[in-house]
């Protein structure tokens, strides 16, 4: 009798075990998991990857310090001077809007030379 009642309870038991297990894998596959899976991927691939090029451009900045030290780059040449900031566009005004008109009886039509501007 006990041998019966061990034997269904670990039965029951082993179950109950495969059932959580095969559901937890089912919820895993489906098409929104798999789609955060894979936007996690992307982010911790893209963190990755901006830390390898923060190291890339650290280690040149330093390389390049290294070699202008030791050609004596670092120095400017005598007689030289500081070139002026260049200004900002704010400071010169807007840019001048070229248009081109076209001559026929239709109405005037104005063509933007934009290429940024969607058409």
Do not use: C
């Amino acid at each position: 009798m006990f041998r019966r009642t061990f034997w269904f309870t670990a039965g029951a038991a082993a179950g109950v075990w495969a059932t959580t297990k095969v559901n937890r894998k089912i919820q895993q596959l489906t098409p929104e998991s798999l789609a955060a899976q894979a936007a996690n991927k992307a982010i911790d691939a893209g963190h990755r990857l901006k830390d390898f090029a923060l190291d890339v451009r650290a280690g040149m900045a330093r390389r390049e310090a290294e070699l202008g030290e030791a050609l004596g780059l670092d120095a400017p040449p005598p007689g030289h001077r500081e070139l002026p900031e260049p200004r900002g566009r704010a400071a010169l005004g807007p840019a001048p809007h070229k248009t081109t008109t076209t001559f026929s009886a239709r109405p005037a039509r104005t063509i933007s030379y934009n290429r940024n501007e969607d058409h």
